[in-house]
C-alpha cells in the first residue's frame, strides 16, 4: 500500500505520524522498551497533545532480532498469531552510552541512535566489522490514518542497499527478484498467469544474507522499491507491527535460521519420492478407467507408485462427504485393495468445505462445527459448491470430527491426502469459535486446515510416514509438506512461471514441492508434455496432473512413453542422494529444490537465475522450455559433468546448447561422490546395500564427507572420501556392497574400504 505521493507528498487521506527521535528507554528481562517521539522535544511542553511510538527490542533464539511497535497498546491484537520458535539461553545484551543504545542477540545488533530529530535504528552483523545489513530513519517507522475511511496502519520501511535483491514472500509467478513490485500477502485463487497466489508468506530473504520476518497473519502489503526506490515497505492494517530480522550471515544461513524459527519441514515418506498419476479434475473415470491406466503404466515399464483421485471419487455436489460415489465406484474397499496389493500407494483430494447436499452438513451444522455469521447462522455460499459452509479448526471438537471422517478412509487403505483450497475464506460479517480475528483467519486458515490433516495422518502413519499435498499455506506452513505449485497452463511460459513460483517459495524455507505435469489448464502438446516430465521427474515430488484431460503419456505420442520412463527411472535411481537431500532439508531446513543464489552467494550470475536451479547440494538442473530443444543455463565456478552425457563444462560461464527429449542440463557439481541406487523401478529401497558411489570432478586434496539415509530416513552409512597423492580413497561404515567409480577416468586408483 503506497501511503505518499512522490517523494516529498503524503496522499491527501493520509495523515502520517512519524518516529522523529529518541526519547526514553526501559529495559526488562533482556528486552529493550525505546519510546520514540514523533516530534522534537525542545522543551516540557512538547510532551503535550502528541502521539509516542513504543517499540520493543527483544529475541526468541540467537540472531533474531523482534520489533514491536506500537502506537495504542490498548487496542484489539487477536489472533490468530503465528507460532515461533524459542531458543533457551543467554544471548542477549544491552548496552547503553550517551549517543545510542545497543540491543544484541548473538553476533546481530540493533543500535538505536539518540540523536535528536535523529530516528534511526541500524542492524549490523559484528562477525564482519559491524556490516550494516538494513536500518530505519528519516520518515520510515510511522503511524497512518486515513483521514476518509479512518482505518490505521502502522508502517516500517527498511533500506535497500546498492545490489541488493529481494526474493521470496512465498509462491510468486511474477519475476523471481522482487525489487519493485507491490506484494500483498493475501491467499487468493489464482494460478500461476496472475499475481495472486495460493501461498503467500510475509518473509523476504535477500542476497546481502539477511531475512525480514512480519509477524502478522492478516494481510500484509509489501513496497519492494516500488514507493521509495531505496526502501522495503511493509504495511499492516492494525495499531501494532511486529516484525523480526533474521541474520543467517549468508541467504543460504538465514533460510536455515527462519525454518528454526517457523519450524522445520517434517520428512515426506521415501516412497513418496515416485511418480504419482491422477484422474485429473473433470474428466470422467471410474474403475475400469484407472485401472487401464495403472496397466497402460505397467504395460509400457513406466514405474508408477502412488494414484490420486481427484474431486469425482465423490458425488458431485456433495464435496466434501468423504463418501466413494457408489455409480461409480461400486467396491471401493477392494478396489483400494487390488491396487495396493500392485505395490501402489492411494491418495485422495479433500477440502474444508462442506456442500449443502453433503451427508455431513446437518452434522456439522447441528454440532457448531461450521463458521457462523455474526448471528450464529452457518456461513453459506454458492461458490464451488452449492450451499457450501466452512469447518471452523479453531474449534478442537470440529477438528476431531473431520480427522474422523478421513480415518475412515485411512481405514480403507488411504495413505494421504491432496488437501485443496483454503484460501476462499470470508473476511467480513463471520464469526470463528475462539474468536479469532477475521482477517487474519483468511490467511491463516490454510495453516489450520494442513495441520489438522497432517497430524491425523502422522498419529496414524507415524512419524515420518505422513504426507499431504497441500495447496494453500501460511507462514509455518513448511512443516506439513508437500506443496503443490499450481493450476498452470500447458505452455512453457507457464512452465517458467511454475519454477519463480516454486524457487520464490522454497527462498521461505518450503523444502518440498510439486507442480502438475504437463500443464493443468488445458491440454499440451506432446512437444511440452515431454520437456515437463523432465522437470516434473526433478523436482522433489512429480504428479501427472491436469483439469479436463488425462495426463497418461501414450494420449500425447509413444514418444512420451519413452520419455516418461527414463526419467522416472533416473530419479528412483538417484534416490540414495535425493533422500539424503529430503533429510537435510528435514532437519537443517535448506530446501531440496533451491535458487542458485542461495548456493553460490558469492557467484553475482547468480542472484538474478530462475531458469534453473539445484536439486540439493550437487546437482543443477535447467529445464527446457523451448521447443527447438534449445536452453541457456550458467554454471558457476568449477567442473560440472553432465549426469546424462558425461560431458565436463568448465564453470564461470554462459552455455547455450540444443538437446532432445531424453537430455537436459543435469550437472553434477566437482568434488562429489553421488549415491546411486541398484534400482530403477521404486523409490523405496535399501539405500545402502549394492550402492555406487560416481565420483565427479574428485580434486587434489578433497576431502567429502556425506551422509546415506535408510529408507526411514536415519543414518545409515556414511562415506569419507580423500584424494590425495594420486589416488581417491573412499571410506564407507555401514550398508553392504559398496562401489566406486569415477564417472570421468582420472586414471587415479580408487581404494575403496
Not at 169 to 182: D, H, I, L, S
Not at 370 to 386: E, M, P, T
Request: proline content about 4%; hydrophobic content about 35%.
Amino acid at each position: 500500500m503506497k501511503f505518499t505521493n512522490g517523494y516529498w507528498r503524503i496522499r491527501e487521506e493520509m495523515e502520517p505520524v512519524y518516529a522523529v527521535e529518541y526519547y526514553d528507554a526501559e529495559v526488562k528481562n533482556k528486552e529493550l522498551t525505546v519510546y520514540a517521539a514523533t516530534k522534537h522535544m525542545g522543551d516540557r511542553g512538547d510532551t503535550l497533545n502528541q502521539p509516542l511510538l513504543t517499540v520493543t527490542f527483544s529475541s526468541p533464539m540467537e540472531n533474531v532480532i523482534k520489533v514491536s511497535a506500537v502506537h495504542f497498546k490498548g487496542a484489539l491484537y487477536k489472533g490468530p498469531h503465528y507460532e515461533v520458535c524459542r531458543q533457551e539461553g543467554d544471548f542477549v545484551s544491552i548496552e547503553e552510552d550517551e549517543e545510542k543504545i545497543v540491543f544484541t542477540s548473538g553476533h546481530t545488533s540493533a543500535v538505536i541512535s539518540k540523536a535528536a530529530n535523529g530516528w534511526k535504528v541500524d542492524f549490523v552483523d559484528s562477525m564482519e566489522g559491524n556490516r550494516l545489513l538494513t536500518e530505519s530513519s528519516f520518515r520510515n517507522l510511522a503511524y497512518m490514518q486515513n483521514k476518509d475511511t479512518k482505518k490505521n496502519y502502522m508502517v516500517e520501511q527498511l533500506l535497500l542497499d546498492v545490489g541488493e535483491y529481494v526474493y521470496g514472500m512465498g509462491e510468486r509467478y511474477t519475476p523471481f527478484v522482487k525489487n519493485g513490485q507491490t506484494v500483498e500477502i493475501w491467499n487468493e485463487d489464482g494460478g500461476t498467469a496472475s499475481e495472486q497466489t495460493y501461498k503467500n508468506v510475509p518473509f523476504y530473504l535477500t542476497n546481502k544474507g539477511y531475512g525480514v520476518f512480519v509477524g502478522h497473519a492478516g494481510d500484509v502489503h509489501f513496497e519492494v522499491g516500488s514507493e521509495k526506490v531505496e526502501r522495503v515497505q511493509f504495511s499492516v492494517e492494525t495499531e501494532r507491527l511486529e516484525y523480526y530480522i533474521l541474520n543467517g550471515e549468508t541467504p543460504k544461513g538465514t533460510v536455515q535460521l527462519y525454518t528454526k524459527l517457523t519450524g522445520r519441514p517434517a520428512l515426506p515418506p521415501s516412497w513418496s519420492f515416485g511418480l504419482w498419476l491422477t484422474t485429473s479434475f473433470t474428466t470422467s473415470y471410474d474403475e475400469e478407467t484407472v485401472t487401464g491406466f495403472i496397466q497402460g503404466m505397467a504395460d509400457r515399464d513406466i514405474p508408477l507408485h502412488t494414484f490420486h483421485f481427484d474431486c469425482f471419487w465423490m458425488k458431485g455436489y456433495e464435496w466434501c462427504n468423504f463418501e466413494w460415489d457408489k455409480d461409480t465406484f461400486p467396491d471401493p474397499a477392494g478396489m483400494l485393495k487390488r491396487y495396493k496389493e500392485r505395490g501402489l500407494h492411494i491418495c485422495v483430494w479433500i477440502n474444508s468445505y462442506i456442500g449443502q447436499k453433503s451427508a455431513l452438513f446437518d452434522e456439522g451444522m447441528e454440532h457448531g462445527y461450521f463458521v457462523k455469521n455474526l448471528d450464529g447462522s452457518v456461513w453459506q455460499c454458492d461458490r464451488w459448491q452449492a450451499g457450501m459452509a466452512l469447518v471452523d479448526f479453531t474449534n478442537p471438537e470440529a477438528c476431531k470430527w473431520y480427522q474422523g471422517k478421513l480415518e475412515r478412509l485411512i481405514d480403507m487403505g488411504v495413505d494421504c491426502f491432496k488437501t485443496d483450497f483454503g484460501e476462499r475464506i470470508p473476511v467480513t460479517g463471520v464469526q470463528y469459535y475462539d474468536g479469532s480475528d477475521t482477517v487474519k483467519m483468511h490467511n491463516y486458515y490454510a495453516y489450520l486446515y494442513n495441520k489438522t490433516v497432517f497430524e491425523l495422518l502422522e498419529r496414524r502413519m507415524g512419524r515420518d510416514k505422513a504426507v499431504v499435498f497441500a495447496r494453500s499455506t501460511a507462514a509455518g506452513g513448511q512443516k506439513f509438506p508437500v506443496h503443490w505449485g499450481g493450476d498452470c497452463t500447458a505452455t512453457y511460459p507457464s512452465m517458467a512461471e511454475d519454477l519463480r513460483g516454486g524457487l520464490s517459495l522454497s527462498a521461505c524455507g518450503y523444502g518440498f514441492w510439486s507442480h502438475d505435469i504437463g500443464g493443468f489448464e488445458q491440454t499440451a502438446s506432446a512437444d511440452v508434455y515431454k520437456r515437463w516430465c523432465a522437470f516434473g521427474l526433478l523436482s522433489s515430488h512429480s504428479r501427472l496432473h491436469g483439469s479436463t484431460s488425462y495426463r497418461v503419456p501414450w494420449l500425447f505420442d509413444e514418444e512420451a512413453c519413452d520419455v516418461l520412463r527414463k526419467f522416472v527411472k533416473l530419479k528412483c535411481s538417484l534416490m540414495p542422494y535425493l533422500y539424503a537431500q529430503a533429510v537435510k532439508a528435514h532437519r537443517e531446513g535448506i530446501p531440496m529444490m533451491r535458487p542458485m543464489f542461495l548456493e553460490f552467494p558469492e557467484d553475482l550470475t547468480c542472484e538474478t537465475l530462475d531458469r534453473q536451479y539445484m536439486l540439493g547440494d550437487s546437482l543443477m538442473v535447467a529445464p527446457i522450455f523451448k521447443e527447438s530443444g534449445e536452453v541457456s543455463y550458467y554454471l558457476p565456478e568449477g567442473i560440472w559433468t553432465n549426469y546424462l552425457t558425461n560431458e565436463v563444462k568448465e564453470g564461470g560461464k554462459w552455455y547455450k546448447e540444443t538437446f532432445d527429449y531424453f537430455h537436459l542440463p543435469l550437472m553434477v557439481r566437482e568434488n562429489t561422490a553421488l549415491a546411486v541406487g541398484n534400482r530403477d523401478d521404486r523409490p523405496d529401497y535399501d539405500y545402502t546395500a549394492d550402492t555406487t558411489l560416481k565420483l565427479y570432478g574428485i580434486r587434489e586434496g578433497a576431502r567429502i564427507h556425506t551422509t546415506i539415509p535408510d529408507i526411514d530416513g536415519r543414518d545409515g552409512a556414511t562415506v569419507d572420501v580423500i584424494a590425495e597423492n594420486g589416488e581417491i580413497k573412499v571410506s564407507v561404515k555401514g550398508g553392504k556392497g559398496w562401489k566406486a567409480e569415477e564417472a570421468v577416468d582420472s586414471g587415479r586408483e580408487i581404494v575403496l574400504s
